[in-house]
């Protein structure tokens, strides 16, 4: 079966930006304040620390690992005796906020050791490099390259879903060389007119058997999943001002049909929620 990129349909329709803010040596207690519509990714290059990720839960880190923050989610470190800890810091803005797919599947807190992440010292390289130098555009280059290391991140997540303790919701889906064909379908093209038999097909599996692993690894079934991404796509064209009526055709939906299924999921028109969208403050950047 030919391989297909995972997450390339997800992130053309919901993309993240990083900002870097933070490199350097930590060695007082620094407390990270949730920001709304936000999320941090840290890169703990030296050193060990405590990480108090709130509601008495902590942790010790004493190897070099990526700690993501997928949302706005208090959380403190506290450098160990010695000479502090090596740190590169950036906030995380998703497309959509908290109601991004992929800010949605995940836990609070993702810690990985570095060293687990395939192909991520030449990035971190690269990183150390461009933040260090003055050359024109390199805090752009380090914004991206942050961004880079998320998506490595991501692919190591995918790649080993049970090592993390997330193995069932989309990431469970996308880990799966079959369903993430079907979901991949799904995100590419939202307003298709998806049934069990095509998106069967999609995944090269029968109606049953993709049925009861779609429900088993994703926890909804096709037709909720289907419906609920479409109306995740509504709210981001929504979000961009489109006219209800060009969005429910975009979804595959008549006018009617869209705002009944919008109402019965979100519990609004999609007039009324776009109105409240419009008029609710951005989150504000980086630092």
């Known amino acids: 079966m030919e391989s297909i ?3 390339d349909a997800l992130l053309r329709r919901f993309g993240v930006q990083a900002q870097q803010f933070f490199d350097g040596t930590l060695c007082d207690q620094r407390r990270f304040e949730p920001r709304p519509g936000r999320g941090f990714l840290h890169i703990l290059r030296a050193g060990s620390m405590a990480v108090d990720d709130g509601a008495g839960t902590g942790r010790w880190l004493s190897e070099p690992t990526l700690l993501f923050y997928p ?3 208090d959380h403190t470190f506290v450098p ?5 800890v090596d740190l590169a810091c950036a906030t995380l803005a998703f497309d959509g906020g908290a109601s991004h797919p992929l800010v949605a599947a995940l836990p609070d807190v993702v810690s990985v050791p570095i060293s687990e992440v395939a192909g ?3 990035t971190l390289d690269l990183l150390a490099s461009e933040i260090d130098g003055v050359a024109c555009g390199h805090r752009h280059i ?4 942050f961004e880079i290391v998320l998506l490595k991140l991501l692919r190591h997540l995918l790649d080993r879903p049970g090592e993390h303790g997330i193995n069932r919701g989309m ?5 799966d060389p079959q369903i993430a064909r079907a979901l991949g379908a799904v995100h590419a093209e939202p307003g298709e007119p998806w049934t069990l038999e095509t998106l069967a097909r999609e995944a090269a599996m029968s109606r049953s058997a993709f049925a009861a692993r779609f429900r088993d690894l994703v926890g909804a079934t096709p037709h909720d999943y289907l419906t609920e991404w479409r109306m995740t796509v509504g709210k981001q064209l929504l979000r961009r001002q489109l006219p209800v009526s060009e969005v429910a055709a975009t979804l595959g939906y008549t006018g009617s049909s869209f705002a ?3 109402a019965q999921r979100v519990g609004e028109s999609p007039r009324a929620w776009a109105a409240g969208a419009s008029s609710a403050p951005r989150a504000s950047g980086g630092r």
């Not at 160990?80 to 502090?84: A, F, K, N, T, V």
């Not at 380090?142 to 390259?145: H, I, Y």
């Open 71 to 73: 949302r706005a989610h």
């Open 171 to 175: 990431i469970g889906g996308l880990a």
């Open 80 to 84: 160990g005796p010695g000479r502090g």
């Open 260 to 262: 009944r299924v919008f």
């Open 120 to 122: 991520l010292d030449a």
């Open 5 to 7: 990129d995972r997450l």
């Open 142 to 145: 380090v914004d991206r390259l």
